[in-house]
């Protein structure tokens, strides 16, 4: 792209770094310059070549940060919660009044040095330039009396932009913290959001962490987790971002300790020009860890739908269960799903299983309930909330079961 | 209220309705008895609207001409079957979707749709009647459901529905003696002036209970035979290899 205004004096301009980070950040800016965008050469994004969809959809782009404020949040309704605001990736403002204070840490994010060297383009450029994010952590024995939804605004004036922030959630020994990412994008206009995000749970502890939209967007949003698991954690990930002309989510795993378990399961519904790529890597490096990964899709329209899910199993890692399964279902001929299953295991006594199935809606359930009086049209979006409804039923609260239940019939109508 | 005329329908390049003929009147209830395989489930499906079927040949329901009616139309004007197996359909709670079908229905007729604490009486009512446990329909549609319990789920939505035109196909199959009772006795209070029936069974036990006018047998895609309820009798000692 001839307008990329991503350059080196950006990183001059950041305030109070040392030497090291300095050159941390320049090496990650080569790094991103040499590769570029990343396109479907590289392995990781063979279905999502990122360097021709944005040249599809940008003439300019520069990644300086953009300030400004919010003069109004719509705070969800329906249940009570703790917040943290960011807009345009900047921490705003946070509130934990249902809280201990003094169990909780959260500040803005400015550490960015000791990181390995990544082979995605999309992190060099991240490490390069990310200046904004949050750290949050959470002391030893501590369980939230209330779930955190962590408000991702994005302000209307945002246009042309990669905004890069970073992002760190710490969970302490036996604490537990249930989290829902609600991102809010105001803007009109297209724009990229880089994030990259260190997920680390201590000793028996547990974070759920939801994804979710407020509304349709036209925003681009790849996002990396790296998460850390000690003895006896438990995480748990529940994905139901649709809505997003592009959306890449990355997760990748390391059970680190014995007892651990990692759950991934997704429900999502993509329509009209949607592109959603839901890439996992579950590393199972000590035994008697488990790891259950459910995604189910169904694409209307001209979507495009990805799950890459990858199982590692390192030789130590006995008795390891690791679970996968991918369904999608495709409502019309233009959609597009692709599922690439991926297991590398070194371990012998091991319980791993792994599937992956696509296809469209079953005609003889529809001819089953038209012959009860329900048009194509009201048989076809029933099929489809009981299909997407089976993830759904996994969330254990009442209310944001509720919540969620209500986007996911808002993305089925068409909002 | 049912007119069929030299009938052939095929699926898949297969002839399987060769050339049926039936005539069903207001308050008839009729019986069709036959081997796997002769096409009794296909006739039913065809009535029901089911698509993939090449058809030929005249279909009349109400003076109207069914293959331009689409499948639900068929159901909001009272044509009702009862499948053979019916579809287990997950996420998709029993009530709800009884509630869904049955205001989709009264909307077409242009009556009110029921609110939630109506439907529910009406729910209780009919489930009750016909031995229902209550607590199936809180679950997924026909998931997990025994064999017995999808059947009876199937007479309880006609009950709802209350179809002027109900296609009953093998619900007697796979029901308990005192189950089958309760559905015949179903069906019987649901026979009036007005509605007809047409019933695909194998067994005469169910024609003890439900009283048909006519008695047809269905054999390799036609109706080879048609009598009264004793043509059902001699049917069970002789079996079908006689008539051909
Ligand atoms: N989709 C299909 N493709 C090809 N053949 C089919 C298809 N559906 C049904 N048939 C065939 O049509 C014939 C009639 O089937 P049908 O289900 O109507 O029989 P039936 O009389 O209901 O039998 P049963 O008493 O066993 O229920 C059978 O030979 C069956 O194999
Ligand atoms: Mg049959």
Same mark, same amino acid.
């Given at each position: 792209?001839?307008?990329?205004?991503?350059?080196?004096?950006?990183?001059?301009?950041?305030?109070?770094?040392?030497?090291?980070?300095?050159?941390?950040?320049?090496?990650?800016?080569?790094?991103?310059?040499?590769?570029?965008?990343?396109?479907?050469?590289?392995? +990781?994004?063979?279905?999502?070549?990122?360097?021709?969809?944005?040249?599809?959809?940008?003439?300019?782009?520069?990644?300086?940060?953009?300030?400004?404020?919010?003069?109004?949040?719509?705070?969800?309704?329906?249940?009570?919660?703790?917040?943290?605001?960011?807009?345009?990736?900047?921490?705003?403002?946070?509130?934990?009044?249902?809280?201990?204070?003094?169990?909780?840490?959260?500040?803005?994010?400015?550490?960015?040095?000791?990181?390995?060297?990544?082979?995605?383009?999309?992190?060099?450029?991240?490490?390069?330039?990310?200046?904004?994010?949050?750290?949050?952590?959470? +002391?030893?024995?501590?369980?939230?009396?209330?779930?955190?939804?962590?408000?991702?605004?994005?302000?209307?004036?945002?246009?042309?932009?990669?905004?890069?922030?970073?992002?760190?959630?710490?969970?302490?020994?036996?604490?537990?913290?249930?989290?829902?990412?609600?991102?809010?994008?105001?803007?009109?206009?297209?724009?990229?959001?880089?994030?990259?995000?260190?997920?680390?749970?201590?000793?028996?502890?547990?974070?759920?962490?939801?994804?979710?939209?407020?509304?349709?967007?036209? #925003?681009?949003?790849?996002?990396?987790?790296?998460?850390?698991?000690?003895?006896?954690?438990?995480?748990?990930?529940?994905?139901?971002?649709?809505?997003?002309?592009?959306?890449?989510?990355?997760?990748?795993?390391?059970?680190?300790?014995?007892?651990?378990?990692?759950?991934?399961?997704?429900?999502?519904?993509?329509?009209?020009?949607?592109?959603?790529?839901?890439?996992?890597?579950?590393?199972?490096?000590?035994?008697?860890?488990?790891?259950?990964?459910?995604?189910?899709?169904?694409?209307?329209?001209?979507?495009?739908?990805?799950?890459?899910?990858?199982?590692?199993?390192?030789?130590?890692?006995?008795?390891?269960?690791?679970?996968?399964?991918?369904?999608?279902?495709?409502?019309?001929?233009?959609?597009?799903?692709?599922?690439?299953?991926?297991?590398?295991?070194?371990?012998?006594?091991?319980?791993?299983?792994?599937?992956?199935?696509? #296809?469209?809606?079953?005609?003889?359930?529809?001819?089953?309930?038209?012959?009860?009086?329900?048009?194509?049209?009201?048989?076809?979006?029933?099929?489809?909330?009981?299909?997407?409804?089976?993830?759904?039923?996994?969330?254990?609260?009442?209310?944001?079961?509720?919540?969620?239940?209500?986007?996911?019939?808002?993305?089925?109508?068409?909002? | 209220?049912?007119?069929?005329?030299?009938?052939?329908?095929?699926?898949?390049?297969?002839?399987?309705?060769?050339?049926?003929?039936?005539?069903?009147?207001?308050?008839?209830?009729?019986?069709?008895?036959?081997?796997?395989?002769?096409?009794?489930?296909?006739?039913?499906?065809?009535?029901?609207?089911?698509?993939?079927?090449?058809?030929?040949?005249?279909?009349?329901?109400?003076?109207?001409?069914?293959?331009?009616?689409?499948?639900?139309?068929?159901?909001?004007?009272?044509?009702?079957?009862?499948?053979?197996?019916?579809?287990?359909?997950?996420?998709?709670?029993?009530?709800?979707?009884?509630?869904?079908?049955?205001?989709?229905?009264?909307?077409?007729?242009?009556?009110?749709?029921?609110?939630?604490?109506?439907?529910?009486?009406?729910?209780?009512?009919?489930?009750?009647?016909?031995?229902?446990?209550?607590?199936?329909?809180?679950?997924?549609?026909?998931?997990?459901?025994?064999?017995?319990?999808?059947?009876?789920?199937?007479?309880?939505?006609?009950?709802?529905?209350?179809?002027?035109?109900?296609?009953? +196909?093998?619900?007697?199959?796979?029901?308990?003696?005192?189950?089958?009772?309760?559905?015949?006795?179903?069906?019987?209070?649901?026979?009036?002036?007005?509605?007809?029936?047409?019933?695909?069974?194998?067994?005469?036990?169910?024609?003890?209970?439900?009283?048909?006018?006519?008695?047809?047998?269905?054999?390799?895609?036609?109706?080879?035979?048609?009598?009264?309820?004793?043509?059902?009798?001699?049917?069970?000692?002789?079996?079908?290899?006689?008539?051909?």
């Amino acid at each position: 792209m001839q307008n990329l205004d991503i350059n080196s004096k950006q990183i001059d301009n950041i305030k109070k770094i040392t030497s090291e980070e300095k050159n941390f950040r320049i090496k990650n800016l080569e790094l991103f310059k040499t590769a570029g965008f990343p396109n479907k050469r590289l392995e +990781d994004w063979k279905f999502s070549d990122f360097s021709n969809i944005i040249s599809n959809n940008f003439n300019k782009l520069d990644a300086k940060s953009v300030s400004s404020n919010v003069n109004k949040i719509n705070f969800l309704k329906d249940f009570e919660h703790n917040y943290i605001i960011l807009v345009n990736g900047n921490l705003h403002s946070s509130n934990f009044d249902y809280e201990k204070i003094n169990k909780i840490k959260i500040l803005p994010y400015d550490k960015n040095t000791n990181y390995r060297i990544s082979k995605n383009p999309m992190i060099c450029l991240n490490h390069a330039l990310a200046e904004n994010g949050y750290s949050l952590e959470i +002391d030893e024995n501590y369980k939230f009396k209330k779930v955190l939804v962590i408000y991702n605004f994005f302000t209307p004036d945002v246009n042309n932009k990669i905004l890069n922030n970073k992002n760190k959630i710490k969970i302490g020994k036996n604490s537990e913290l249930h989290v829902i990412e609600y991102t809010e994008n105001q803007s009109k206009f297209k724009f990229i959001n880089n994030s990259y995000e260190d997920i680390i749970l201590e000793k028996n502890s547990k974070l759920r962490n939801l994804y979710i939209q407020g509304r349709k967007s036209n #925003g681009f949003f790849h996002k990396y987790i790296k998460s850390k698991l000690f003895y006896n954690s438990n995480y748990l990930n529940f994905i139901f971002s649709s809505g997003l002309k592009f959306n890449k989510l990355d997760i990748d795993c390391d059970l680190e300790e014995e007892k651990c378990t990692c759950n991934i399961l997704s429900a999502l519904f993509l329509n009209k020009n949607e592109h959603q790529e839901i890439k996992t890597s579950v590393n199972h490096l000590a035994p008697n860890c488990k790891s259950y990964q459910k995604i189910k899709n169904v694409l209307s329209s001209d979507s495009k739908g990805i799950f890459q899910g990858k199982v590692y199993v390192k030789a130590n890692a006995q008795k390891t269960d690791a679970y996968q399964l991918s369904k999608a279902i495709l409502l019309n001929d233009n959609a597009e799903f692709n599922s690439k299953p991926e297991l590398e295991i070194y371990a012998d006594d091991v319980k791993c299983t792994h599937g992956s199935a696509s #296809g469209s809606l079953d005609e003889n359930s529809l001819h089953y309930l038209m012959t009860r009086g329900l048009n194509r049209e009201d048989s076809t979006k029933l099929l489809t909330k009981g299909f997407l409804n089976d993830i759904v039923e996994f969330i254990k609260s009442p209310s944001i079961k509720e919540f969620v239940k209500n986007k996911l019939e808002d993305q089925l109508n068409g909002h | 209220m049912l007119k069929i005329k030299n009938l052939q329908a095929s699926i898949n390049k297969k002839l399987i309705l060769k050339g049926l003929n039936l005539n069903i009147k207001e308050g008839e209830l009729h019986a069709i008895m036959g081997p796997n395989g002769s096409g009794k489930s296909t006739l039913a499906n065809v009535l029901s609207g089911k698509s993939g079927y090449e058809i030929s040949g005249e279909l009349k329901f109400q003076g109207e001409n069914l293959k331009e009616i689409s499948v639900e139309e068929r159901a909001r004007k009272g044509i009702f079957l009862a499948f053979q197996y019916p579809l287990e359909i997950p996420g998709v709670n029993t009530n709800n979707f009884l509630k869904t079908s049955l205001n989709s229905v009264r909307k077409a007729k242009g009556e009110k749709e029921l609110d939630a604490l109506a439907f529910l009486k009406l729910v209780k009512e009919k489930s009750s009647e016909l031995g229902i446990d209550e607590k199936i329909l809180s679950r997924q549609l026909n998931v997990g459901f025994s064999g017995g319990e999808k059947k009876k789920n199937e007479i309880l939505q006609m009950k709802i529905l209350n179809p002027n035109f109900s296609i009953l +196909d093998e619900t007697d199959s796979g029901l308990d003696i005192d189950a089958l009772k309760i559905i015949a006795q179903g069906v019987n209070t649901s026979r009036d002036k007005k509605k007809s029936f047409l019933v695909i069974t194998h067994y005469q036990r169910l024609l003890d209970y439900i009283k048909p006018d006519f008695v047809h047998v269905l054999s390799e895609g036609r109706i080879v035979k048609t009598g009264c309820s004793e043509l059902a009798q001699e049917l069970e000692k002789t079996g079908y290899q006689k008539l051909n």
